[in-house]
């Protein structure tokens, strides 16, 4: 109360002075009167600061610390430390070792994985990984034997509709029961340190099988079943250490639980945010990184998105070490210490596992802005080599919850930038819209921004005929087809069509700002549609981007023309100090926070530290 | 409690009332009556805002106040995001300033011109359709003052606080209760069953029950970021309901449980008014243990008359879960 009553004193004052500088203009100016005056000069009081308003009391500091750190008020231990404090140096040695200590919590990384999921903002992994079942992991699923049976534990590879809902003859099941069927013990990639079996056409190991139509097809690439993925030939197994294959099936494990691979897609770009900050990494890497965290099932994720894309698979299939916690020693979680743990969120180039992801960096961590790589579908042939890895912008997750480009543009503008997307004032009048969205119409009002940006994130599709999967399009084996549009080709390339071909067609029109490429080149060469590079004479925020391919060009405008650097500091502080910045009144102290934030090498630790060691801090009731 | 909602009511109408600014009726200088039908008019009170009004009526449609560019939502707006930002102006230098290249239409950023419709400010001035010329803008372009040099710091006026998200309440009022804050089971918060639960939850387990648990977490202004909804930035309607019946629920498990952090300073069959003293102790004691602030002589009146004394004329556990009820009601208890 002490203090409302002193906000209220600086509320009156600054009221005061204000009606006394426009009571009564001189000459009132008139909007549009060149000869108007202005009003008298304002009397001039020294203007409130924070430091005028009575701080809260300590007890009240020590629950905002608290609750900022820990996400609770203080304990009764915390809150004795204080009555225990005789002096105001004492107590101000009370709250500042709460700060100290909470910064260094295991806490504070909670909270960050918390702000990390309301900064963010995507939702449940879904789109390209849930239809009536999860197929998101892109493997064969596996159901266990019942402890009753002849091998209790033992996994069998599920037969389809059989297995999930009963109906047929054969069931994977049933291997439960025989005597002596093929078996393999591995150590498996979910639970490394331990052994399990596998039985029947799960133990093989055979890196070539047989289709339906007798043709060899390699093993390690899944196909959708009813209700659940199955290797996509006869013969194929679980592979080393059992990597081709999901401890679950589509029906049982379609869901956002822990330990699920769902949700910890959706965990991953939070947990990025949140490992940042715990290892006071720049947290412009959270875009400008080619790495990402991951434990052991969003690495399997990665893998099986390297091998689906028909990416080379001796070096995948080879990779041994990839589910093992202990080896390489990367940075991770404060929450999984012991070294063996498959759940730990530990550092992973994503390249390793899923070479389309480009790292440009030979497969090191790196958050480096040189990285850089030119190529378009128009100027170069051939497959495209990948996409560059940056951060956020091309994880799984996000992509999935933000389905298409556009979408995916505007909340990438709105997270990382502040700008939000209104309607036109209903008075504004806009040219008759054209062929561009983004230069004519009232679309203009939001495509001028978006649409430059959008073309960026194309590249990322969903292809599939029962659960769409996703894929970078043109990438690997998933050429666009020069016939895509030739209408006798419509239902052999009837997969492509249900990604969006028709959507693309009519959406990505030739010569816009989203799709630089003329008509003649797009009806030559479809996969020019997927055209993913900003031109250099664009400008974004003010800035040319550099000419790199994808979204890390992107990433670099948002970095180097700070608009990162002043909406970050906006959600941080609205988020640990407890107001959103109005930047109609406070943009000054916003580019100020924001330059201290980046000359700090924009660690958010410390940077919360500063704020929370502010009179800022310390104003409220 | 009374001179907060006072103050608070108060500071409100003060509030109000500068909002209006500058923006009041013209005063005849002769009659001192107000014009019948003058236009509210705004006055400049430098060059900057003589400028920033002489384009408003062209440009603050796009860019007032709430939106994502608000150079003319108020004077230190516009100069803070416009006209001291050398993306945009670079004083001395019109040639070089983007707005002025803009407003001619040959912008060279994202925005070849503005506004965005057909013809540029420029053609438009030349029309005598907006209230300044392009030669008036350069010559303030050319001429223009250093910035004022207002600090870069927070807002001393904004209000300072939040309410506590549905995750920090539940462990707020667990903590007040004695009780360790836990991750998905609350035995004090099992109000009819249904303990809040978020639906995001890390320790989601199989419970038939979890829906109904996750709409009392939702009706507490709960996020579920896997259904990208947010949390609720207000105190509503909806959510001081459900605190209510939560505080309740859990304060009468509480007491009837005698929770020792309950009654420290009294026991649960002190009454009035043998025990006055006793009980205003522990009134004391609990006013610091929820709210984290020492209560006057007058919070310990109004909680013991207002509050206690009309539940103990039912019985003491009454009285004592209305006082508990009231404290996590409070403001300081649900703010930050």
Same mark, same amino acid.
């Given at each position: 109360?002490?203090?409302?009553?002193?906000?209220? %004193?600086?509320?009156? +004052? *600054?009221?005061?002075?204000? =009606?006394?500088?426009? /009571? $009564?203009?001189?000459?009132?100016? &008139?909007? @549009?009167?060149?000869?108007?005056?202005?009003?008298?000069?304002?009397?001039?009081?020294?203007?409130?600061?924070?430091?005028?308003?009575?701080?809260?009391?300590?007890?009240?500091?020590?629950?905002?610390?608290?609750?900022?750190?820990?996400?609770?008020?203080?304990?009764?231990?915390?809150?004795?430390?204080?009555?225990?404090?005789?002096?105001?140096?004492?107590?101000?040695?009370?709250?500042?070792?709460?700060?100290?200590?909470?910064?260094?919590?295991?806490?504070?990384?909670?909270?960050?994985?918390?702000?990390?999921?309301?900064?963010?903002?995507?939702?449940?992994?879904?789109?390209?990984?849930?239809?009536?079942?999860?197929?998101?992991?892109?493997?064969?699923?596996?159901?266990?034997?019942?402890?009753? %049976?002849?091998?209790? +534990? *033992?996994?069998?590879?599920? =037969?389809?509709?059989? /297995? $999930?809902?009963?109906?047929?003859? &054969?069931? @994977?099941?049933?291997?439960?029961?025989?005597?002596?069927?093929?078996?393999?013990?591995?150590?498996?990639?979910?639970?490394?340190?331990?052994?399990?079996?596998?039985?029947?056409?799960?133990?093989?190991?055979?890196?070539?099988?047989?289709?339906?139509?007798?043709?060899?097809?390699?093993?390690?690439?899944?196909?959708?079943?009813?209700?659940?993925?199955?290797?996509?030939?006869?013969?194929?197994?679980?592979?080393?250490?059992?990597?081709?294959?999901?401890?679950?099936?589509?029906?049982?494990?379609?869901?956002?639980?822990?330990?699920?691979?769902?949700?910890?897609?959706?965990?991953?770009?939070?947990?990025?945010?949140?490992?940042?900050?715990?290892?006071?990494?720049?947290?412009?890497?959270?875009?400008?990184?080619?790495?990402?965290? *991951?434990?052991?099932?969003?690495?399997?994720?990665?893998?099986?998105?390297?091998?689906?894309?028909?990416?080379?698979?001796?070096?995948?299939?080879?990779?041994?070490?990839?589910?093992?916690?202990?080896?390489?020693?990367?940075?991770?979680?404060?929450?999984?210490?012991?070294?063996?743990?498959?759940?730990?969120?530990?550092?992973?180039?994503?390249?390793?596992?899923?070479?389309?992801?480009?790292?440009?960096?030979?497969?090191?961590?790196?958050?480096?802005?040189?990285?850089?790589?030119?190529?378009?579908?128009?100027?170069?042939?051939?497959?495209?080599?990948?996409?560059?890895?940056?951060?956020?912008?091309?994880?799984?997750?996000?992509?999935?919850?933000?389905?298409?480009?556009?979408?995916?543009?505007?909340?990438?503008?709105?997270?990382?930038?502040?700008?939000?997307?209104?309607?036109?004032?209903?008075?504004?009048?806009?040219?008759?819209?054209?062929?561009?969205?983004?230069?004519?119409?009232?679309?203009?009002?939001?495509?001028?921004?978006?649409?430059?940006?959008?073309?960026?994130?194309?590249?990322?599709?969903?292809?599939?005929?029962?659960?769409?999967?996703?894929?970078?399009?043109?990438?690997?084996?998933?050429?666009?087809?020069?016939?895509?549009?030739?209408?006798?080709?419509?239902?052999?390339?009837?997969?492509?069509?249900?990604?969006?071909?028709?959507?693309?067609?009519?959406?990505?029109?030739?010569?816009?700002?989203?799709?630089?490429?003329?008509?003649?080149?797009?009806?030559?060469?479809?996969?020019?549609?997927?055209?993913?590079?900003?031109?250099?004479?664009?400008?974004?925020?003010?800035?040319?981007?550099?000419?790199?391919?994808?979204?890390?060009?992107?990433?670099?405008?948002?970095?180097?023309?700070?608009?990162?650097?002043?909406?970050?500091?906006?959600?941080?502080?609205?988020?640990?100090?407890?107001?959103?910045?109005?930047?109609?009144?406070?943009?000054?102290?916003?580019?100020?926070?924001?330059?201290?934030?980046?000359?700090?090498?924009?660690?958010?630790?410390?940077?919360?530290?500063?704020?929370?060691?502010?009179?800022?801090?310390?104003?409220?009731? | 409690?009374?001179?907060?909602?006072?103050?608070?009511?108060?500071?409100?109408?003060?509030?109000?009332?500068?909002?209006?600014?500058?923006?009041?009726?013209?005063?005849?200088?002769?009659?001192?009556?107000?014009?019948?039908?003058?236009?509210?008019?705004?006055?400049?009170?430098?060059?900057?805002?003589?400028?920033?009004?002489?384009?408003?009526?062209?440009?603050?449609?796009?860019?007032?106040?709430?939106?994502?560019?608000?150079?003319?939502?108020?004077?230190?707006?516009?100069?803070?995001?416009?006209?001291?930002?050398?993306?945009?102006?670079?004083?001395?230098?019109?040639?070089?300033?983007?707005?002025?290249?803009?407003?001619?239409?040959?912008?060279?950023?994202?925005?070849?011109?503005?506004?965005?419709?057909?013809?540029?400010?420029?053609?438009?001035?030349?029309?005598?359709?907006?209230?300044?010329?392009?030669?008036?803008?350069?010559?303030?372009?050319?001429?223009?003052?250093?910035?004022?040099?207002?600090?870069?710091?927070?807002?001393?006026?904004?209000?300072?606080?939040?309410?506590?998200?549905?995750?920090?309440?539940?462990?707020?009022?667990?903590?007040?209760?004695?009780?360790?804050?836990?991750?998905?089971?609350?035995?004090?918060?099992?109000?009819?069953?249904?303990?809040?639960?978020?639906?995001?939850?890390?320790?989601?387990?199989?419970?038939?029950?979890?829906?109904?648990?996750?709409?009392?977490?939702?009706?507490?202004?709960?996020?579920?970021?896997?259904?990208?909804?947010?949390?609720?930035?207000?105190?509503?309607?909806?959510?001081?309901?459900?605190?209510?019946?939560?505080?309740?629920?859990?304060?009468?498990?509480?007491?009837?449980?005698?929770?020792?952090?309950?009654?420290?300073?009294?026991?649960?069959?002190?009454?009035?008014?043998?025990?006055?003293?006793?009980?205003?102790?522990?009134?004391?004691?609990?006013?610091?243990?929820?709210?984290?602030?020492?209560?006057?002589?007058?919070?310990?009146?109004?909680?013991?008359?207002?509050?206690?004394?009309?539940?103990?004329?039912?019985?003491?556990?009454?009285?004592?879960?209305?006082?508990?009820?009231?404290?996590?009601?409070?403001?300081?208890?649900?703010?930050?």
């Amino acid at each position: 109360m002490r203090l409302l009553q002193s906000t209220l %004193t600086v509320a009156v +004052g *600054a009221s005061l002075a204000f =009606a006394v500088a426009c /009571d $009564e203009p001189t000459t009132p100016l &008139r909007p @549009g009167d060149p000869d108007a005056g202005m009003c008298e000069t304002p009397e001039t009081t020294p203007e409130p600061t924070v430091e005028d308003v009575a701080p809260v009391s300590h007890r009240r500091l020590l629950r905002r610390v608290h609750l900022t750190l820990h996400g609770r008020p203080p304990l009764d231990e915390d809150v004795s430390a204080l009555d225990d404090a005789t002096s105001d140096a004492e107590r101000e040695a009370v709250i500042e070792a709460a700060i100290a200590d909470g910064l260094e919590s295991p806490d504070f990384y909670d909270r960050m994985v918390d702000f990390g999921h309301w900064w963010l903002r995507n939702g449940a992994f879904v789109t390209g990984a849930q239809g009536d079942a999860y197929m998101g992991n892109m493997s064969a699923h596996l159901g266990r034997c019942a402890d009753d %049976t002849a091998h209790p +534990g *033992a996994y069998f590879l599920l =037969a389809s509709l059989v /297995d $999930e809902v009963g109906i047929g003859e &054969r069931t @994977g099941s049933q291997l439960c029961t025989e005597a002596s069927p093929t078996t393999r013990t591995v150590e498996p990639w979910w639970a490394p340190g331990t052994s399990v079996v596998l039985l029947g056409e799960a133990a093989s190991e055979a890196s070539q099988g047989t289709t339906r139509g007798g043709d060899p097809v390699a093993c390690g690439v899944a196909v959708e079943e009813y209700f659940n993925m199955q290797m996509q030939g006869a013969g194929c197994g679980c592979g080393p250490n059992a990597a081709w294959c999901y401890p679950g099936h589509g029906l049982h494990i379609g869901n956002d639980r822990p330990g699920t691979q769902r949700r910890d897609m959706w965990e991953e770009p939070a947990r990025l945010v949140a490992h940042l900050a715990w290892h006071d990494r720049p947290l412009s890497d959270v875009v400008l990184g080619n790495y990402t965290v *991951a434990n052991n099932r969003v690495r399997a994720w990665y893998l099986r998105f390297g091998r689906q894309s028909g990416l080379p698979a001796a070096a995948l299939d080879g990779n041994d070490t990839w589910f093992r916690p202990d080896v390489g020693g990367e940075p991770r979680d404060p929450r999984h210490p012991d070294a063996a743990d498959p759940e730990a969120w530990r550092e992973l180039v994503p390249e390793e596992l899923a070479p389309q992801l480009l790292s440009l960096s030979g497969g090191v961590r790196s958050a480096d802005p040189a990285r850089t790589l030119a190529w378009n579908p128009v100027d170069d042939a051939g497959p495209a080599p990948g996409l560059p890895m940056a951060g956020v912008l091309t994880m799984p997750g996000p992509s999935s919850s933000f389905p298409r480009e556009r979408p995916r543009a505007a909340r990438f503008l709105e997270i990382f930038a502040c700008r939000s997307f209104d309607p036109p004032p209903p008075d504004v009048h806009f040219p008759p819209v054209g062929e561009d969205i983004a230069t004519s119409g009232q679309c203009m009002h939001c495509h001028t921004v978006m649409d430059p940006v959008a073309m960026t994130f194309r590249r990322w599709i969903f292809v599939g005929n029962y659960v769409p999967r996703p894929y970078l399009a043109g990438v690997g084996d998933l050429q666009i087809p020069t016939d895509l549009f030739e209408p006798s080709q419509r239902y052999p390339h009837r997969a492509w069509f249900g990604a969006g071909a028709d959507r693309w067609r009519q959406n990505w029109t030739a010569n816009t700002v989203m799709t630089p490429v003329s008509a003649e080149t797009l009806a030559a060469n479809p996969a020019t549609l997927f055209y993913d590079t900003i031109p250099t004479d664009y400008t974004i925020f003010g800035e040319h981007p550099d000419g790199t391919m994808g979204p890390l060009a992107f990433a670099k405008v948002l970095v180097s023309s700070g608009e990162l650097d002043r909406c970050a500091v906006r959600r941080i502080y609205e988020r640990f100090v407890g107001r959103p910045l109005d930047p109609e009144r406070e943009a000054g102290f916003i580019r100020a926070l924001a330059a201290r934030f980046a000359a700090g090498d924009r660690q958010v630790r410390p940077f919360v530290g500063e704020l929370m060691r502010s009179p800022e801090y310390r104003r409220g009731f | 409690m009374l001179r907060r909602e006072n103050a608070m009511a108060a500071c409100a109408a003060l509030l109000a009332w500068a909002a209006t600014g500058c923006s009041g009726e013209i005063t005849n200088p002769t009659r001192g009556e107000p014009r019948a039908a003058a236009p509210r008019l705004e006055c400049a009170v430098s060059d900057n805002d003589a400028i920033r009004l002489r384009l408003q009526p062209t440009c603050g449609s796009c860019h007032g106040a709430g939106t994502s560019h608000p150079f003319f939502a108020s004077l230190s707006a516009f100069e803070d995001l416009l006209v001291y930002d050398t993306r945009f102006v670079v004083g001395g230098a019109p040639d070089d300033s983007e707005l002025l290249r803009m407003l001619e239409g040959q912008g060279t950023g994202a925005y070849a011109q503005m506004p965005l419709d057909g013809a540029p400010f420029a053609t438009r001035a030349e029309r005598g359709e907006t209230a300044i010329t392009m030669a008036e803008l350069r010559d303030w372009v050319t001429n223009l003052g250093e910035a004022s040099g207002r600090p870069a710091v927070p807002d001393p006026a904004a209000a300072s606080t939040r309410r506590l998200d549905a995750g920090e309440v539940i462990a707020a009022i667990q903590l007040a209760l004695g009780a360790e804050p836990t991750g998905a089971h609350h035995p004090l918060l099992d109000v009819d069953g249904t303990p809040p639960l978020s639906p995001d939850s890390p320790t989601l387990d199989h419970d038939y029950r979890n829906p109904e648990r996750a709409q009392v977490y939702a009706m507490l202004g709960g996020a579920s970021y896997l259904a990208q909804t947010r949390p609720e930035e207000r105190w509503s309607p909806s959510s001081v309901t459900a605190i209510t019946q939560l505080a309740q629920g859990a304060c009468s498990r509480a007491v009837a449980r005698n929770n020792p952090q309950l009654f420290v300073e009294a026991s649960p069959s002190d009454t009035l008014p043998d025990g006055e003293a006793a009980i205003r102790a522990n009134l004391a004691r609990l006013y610091t243990r929820f709210l984290h602030e020492d209560p006057t002589d007058a919070d310990i009146d109004a909680l013991l008359n207002d509050v206690y004394a009309p539940g103990e004329a039912v019985s003491p556990r009454t009285g004592w879960t209305h006082v508990c009820t009231a404290l996590i009601r409070d403001p300081l208890f649900l703010m930050f």
